[in-house]
């Protein structure tokens, strides 16, 4: 398979938001993150999307750990949905998901099916009793991997962006707001200039998701509740897959 790298430098050169940009049509890559954990350097993560055959494409999150970390569950798992795209890219619509928690003396894997004819979606596995019913589906459903691409691929000044996430057995209506002016975000020595898109649950608990014009992976992912930073995603290198 051959891949070619975007230079950082030139990357963060050309990521200047402009009042009309959106992303480029989706496109396979492989994106590599630093984790961090309460605050603290924990690992690494790799976000990749793959063309697997006409309109079915695949995303993957895969998220690794170091040994010996407190809440380390949340830090070594893996999961990925296969989609289809409509024509006019405007469409991503989940197939199948699955999610993996690894741990040292035990593991959890979750399954899922988005039967699109018979209008519901199904998980089996490492699941609760309570979320092994059958969810009716919406056109417009997502998971929770697809919420991410569609936001670069949606995300414009000042917006709100309204999705259903319909995930591992629940579904949840999930509300984000974009900022109205991009910012300024320091991943390493590189500086992005990146909208701020940020959803807040019931609660204390927030996401908050970055994106760059013309990168076609977040720049950086957090989710934090009263407590502080919790999961923190940041965006290493990207790589484009031909």
């Known amino acids: 398979m051959k891949t070619f ?3 950082l430098c030139l990357v963060a ?10 992303a480029a049509a989706l496109e396979p890559f492989v994106a590599t993150y630093d984790a961090w954990y309460e605050g603290r350097h924990a690992g690494d993560a790799t976000m990749r999307v793959d063309h697997l055959d006409g309109s079915r494409w695949e995303v993957d999150l895969d ?10 569950a949340r830090l070594n798992m893996g999961q990925s949905t296969v989609f289809d795209v409509s024509a006019d890219g405007e469409r991503y619509r989940p197939l199948t998901q699955r999610t993996v928690r690894k741990a040292l003396f035990f593991g959890r ?6 039967d699109w004819d018979a209008g519901a979606a199904q998980w089996s596995g490492d699941v609760s009793k309570r979320r092994r019913d059958p969810v009716p589906l919406r056109e417009g459903d997502l998971s929770a991997l697809l919420i991410n691409l569609a936001i670069i691929r949606d995300a414009e000044p000042g917006q709100t962006l309204n999705y259903r996430f319909v995930d591992n057995g629940r579904t949840r209506e999930h509300v984000y707001r974009v900022a109205d002016e991009a910012e300024i975000i320091e991943v390493g020595d590189l500086s992005y200039s990146a909208l701020r898109v940020s959803r807040v649950d019931d609660g204390d608990d927030e996401t908050l998701v970055w994106v760059a014009n013309g990168v076609p992976t977040p720049i950086r992912i957090l989710q934090r509740d009263a407590d502080g930073d919790g999961v923190d995603l940041r965006l290493i290198e990207y790589q484009g897959v031909e």
């Open 5 to 7: 790298a975007l230079p």
């Open 13 to 22: 050169l050309l990521c200047a938001w402009t009042p009309q940009a959106r």
């Open 63 to 72: 998220i690794r750990g170091r040994r010996g970390l407190v809440g380390l």
């Open 109 to 114: 894997q979750i399954d899922g099916v988005y």
